[in-house]
């Protein structure tokens, strides 16, 4: 997804370096983000979440948001 790219560059370098033995030295360069960045199909499934586990809503969205800190979409979303 255009303007995300970095998001899904940044996990993927992060995931190398937390396994730096078990992933090839080109693992991050060989993650495409068209391919595994995250868009609208996130988007619902966390409405899907929140509408199947209402009384959890706070810490749905507030998990959601430490994934995923660059999605401006949920950062106006606050629930108690």
Known sequence: MAGRSWDVTKRAEAVKALFP???PSHFAESIDPAKHGWGR???NELLRLIAANPAQRG???ATYKAMFPG???VAAINFP
Do not use: F, K, M, V
């Open 41 to 43: 199909d996130s988007h």
């Open 71 to 73: 999605d401006a979409w």
């Open 59 to 61: 810490i749905i969205i």
């Open 21 to 23: 033995d078990r992933l």
